[in-house]
Structure formats: C-alpha cells, structure tokens
C-alpha cells in the first residue's frame, strides 16, 4: 500500500493535498479519468476535481461535502487508484498562466532525477534556467555544451518525459541557443 499524507491547502478548506512518494504517477495537472473508485466519487459528487502534482493528489471536495464526512472514502479510494498507476488520464490541456510554477516543479524532478543522472554519466550538466509561459529554458553545461548529441538528450531525455507528465509544455530551449529543441539537427552540420 503507497504510504499517504493528507495535509491542508491553505485558504481551501474544500482541499486536500495528499503527499505521496514521488514518481508514484507521471501525469501532472487535472486528471480526466481516474481509477475506477477514485471516478465514482467524482461521478456521485463527493469530489469536485482531482489534480496530480509531482508528489502529491489534490482532492477538491463537491458542494455540500465535508473532510469529517467524506475524507475516509477519499482516503480509500486513493489508495485503490494509487495501486493502478495507469488509470489516470491528464486531461487535455494548454498552457495556462499560473501553471509555470506546476512546471517547474516537474522540470526540477526531472533534473534531480533521471535526466540528470544520465547527462552526469556522460560528464555534463543540464540546468534549469527559467520557466515562462510554458517554455522551458535550460542550460547545457560539461560535456554536453556543444555537443551534436545534446538535441537527442533534451528531446529523448527531457522533452519527452514532460510531455508525459505536462501535456501542457509548448517547448524546450537551450539557453546558448534560439532555437527549440523540437526538430533533429542537421546531419551535414556535424559531417
């Protein structure tokens, strides 16, 4: 059973930010379906929305709900939905103003994580340089800076596990370049 947190959104009392490990889920934002426990308390109006964060679930309560009254159902059901990690669909999205900071927080664990640990096996570095309006600026440092692979590590590496869990990303940029990361490069530049 994935070990969870309830814990209180300040100024929401309808909310409940449940912290999980990270990892559990790859989708990030608003949740379109959900397992099937976790979707009858949509569909009976015990939950409002459902939001995925890089570790946690946010849970908004329907009108006329209650914490005391509905937080072991809500609790149970999570549990159950947590077990199938596959049942939870992103709803499609856009880039929203506000989102940046959700993005951000998807970005840093991405380079804390697996993206950095396999640019650090090949002696470079990506850093986060900002995230605005859904883009995506990052810094390539060590090995990585300049070389003609470094579009297949942001692109296979990076780009492709936000769209995962951000559908909402509108690209990623070099900081050392204008240009985004979204065609392959030129193979006569490097022959």
Not at 40 to 48: E, H, I, P, R, W
Request: glycine share 8%.
């Amino acid at each position: 059973m994935i070990p969870l947190h309830p814990q209180r959104v300040l100024d929401h009392p309808d909310r409940l930010r449940w912290i999980i490990p990270a990892g559990i889920l790859t989708a990030t934002g608003p949740i379109a379906e959900a397992p099937a426990q976790l979707a009858a308390l949509v569909n009976d109006g015990t939950l409002a929305e459902i939001t995925v964060e890089p570790a946690a679930v946010v849970t908004r309560l329907g009108k006329g709900r209650s914490w005391p009254q509905e937080g072991t159902r809500v609790r149970t059901a999570l549990h159950s939905a947590l077990a199938e990690p596959a049942g939870w669909v992103p709803a499609e999205q856009g880039h929203h103003p506000g989102d940046d900071a959700l993005l951000e927080a998807v970005v840093r664990d991405l380079l804390t994580g697996p993206v950095s640990d396999f640019a650090r096996s090949h002696g470079g570095t990506i850093d986060l340089v900002s995230v605005q309006d859904g883009i995506v600026t990052v810094r390539l440092g060590g090995a990585c800076h300049g070389c003609p692979a470094a579009w297949i590590t942001l692109h296979q590496r990076l780009e492709r596990q936000l769209r995962r869990r951000y559908p909402g990303l509108r690209e990623v940029r070099n900081a050392t370049s204008s240009a985004p990361f979204t065609k392959e490069p030129d193979a006569r530049r490097y022959a």
